[in-house]
């Protein structure tokens, strides 16, 4: 008999049942396609309040006025500055 016919919840099987369901998911359908970036002029003060305000950990910085990616920070590097 298995712990899942038993009832119970074993924390393997669901780490590895969990683990399955992400890899196998297409980036498509987990991406942000509205991407929110910072230039190099960005002041960290910016960068995190945009972070706050949207509710994300990092943000890929730009070229100014293109989207060429030079980098990304993050709220650890904003913390830590």
Do not use: F, H
Not at 39 to 51: D, F, G, K, V
Request: net charge neutral.
């Amino acid at each position: 008999m298995s712990s899942e016919s038993r009832g119970e919840v074993n924390p393997l099987e669901t780490s590895l049942r969990l683990q399955e369901l992400v890899y196998g998911l297409e980036i498509r359908k987990v991406m942000t396609s509205e991407v929110i970036t910072v230039s190099r002029q960005t002041s960290m003060r910016e960068a995190q309040a945009l972070m706050k305000q949207n509710a994300i950990t990092g943000l890929p910085v730009t070229v100014a006025g293109s989207q060429k990616v030079v980098g990304m920070v993050s709220m650890n590097d904003v913390m830590n500055a």
